[in-house]
């Protein structure tokens, strides 16, 4: 078991596929972002690789992000991989879920039980604005495919003051009335250079707490406040799905934190909102054996910091689409 020196068991690794994405929503990266060159990236049996190691130190949960995931050609496959490593128990997938509508189905085939589709708004001109030039039904053709396909659903909104604070979060609400289904609102965090807008125009829990229940009144605690991954989660009376809230910035759950990230180049990154970070890629390419690598894994493990450190300014360098959110 990969414990930290704060007896964390942390054993579940974030992805990321690549830095690229086929949208640009205006809190995550600007507009004429530049990405990294293949030869930069890991390839995949750098990756497979890795799975496999980190499956051996303890890890039970992958989860494949970006960037955006859909974009690497071998996703499907690095999904049918993770799902016969032994000692891999979860694997998840973060998707805006532009791409998802074909592959969904070959995904689930290949292993894949559960997606999380980032998706802010329900109007398609809103949805444009945010994303810049995104179509939301070809989303909602994703969303349609992944429920088809037999996989659990949770959908990610991030909220931004002024743009999608009020109905959006009302109307992606709903869905939770007939499906099954967790819709999480996420607090917008600071990163990098655009960490001024982000602080200024992030919306609270507690906020969007009072907006919901204003609309569909007194809201159920589920699991005692117990949290389920990182969201705390509540119900509208007879609802079939939760709606989640994931709250870094105003209630921090680093407490629970069992996570470490692995970047598209290689960089393990030990906590989102802090800059601890192991590289790895040079191992990989300097021919290190398993257990060299292994052996840096578990130091980075032990190493992981306690928890961010944004009430103290701390503000992490690179981007939330470098670091695979
Ligand atoms: N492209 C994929 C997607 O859209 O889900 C995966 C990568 S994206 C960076 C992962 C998640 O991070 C998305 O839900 C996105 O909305 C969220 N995100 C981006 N910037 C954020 C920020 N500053 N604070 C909180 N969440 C953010």
Known sequence: MPFDRYNRDINYLRISLTDACNLRCVYCMPENMTFRPRDELLSDDELRRLIGLFAAVGFRKIRFTGGEPTLRSALVDLVGHAARTPGIETIGLTTNGVLLADLAGPLRAAGLRSVNISLDTLDPEKFRRITRWGRLDRVLAGLDAAAQAGLRVKLNAVVSRGTNDRDDVVALARYTLKEPWQVRFIEQMPFGNNAKFQTQSMVSEDELLTVLKEAYGPLEL??????????????????????????????????????????????????????????????????????????????AVSDKPWGHGLEEHVIPTRGMSEIGG
């Open 222 to 299: 589920v699991n005692h406040g117990r949290l389920d991954g990182e969201a705390r989660l509540y119900r509208i009376a007879g609802a079939a799905g939760c709606i989640g809230f994931i709250s870094p910035v105003s209630k921090p759950f680093c407490a629970d934190c069992n996570r470490l990230r692995l970047t598209a180049e290689g960089i393990l990154r030990l906590c989102l909102l802090r800059d601890n970070e192991v590289d790895l890629r040079p191992l990989l390419r300097s021919g290190a054996d398993d257990e060299t690598i292994t052996a840096c894994i578990r130091a």
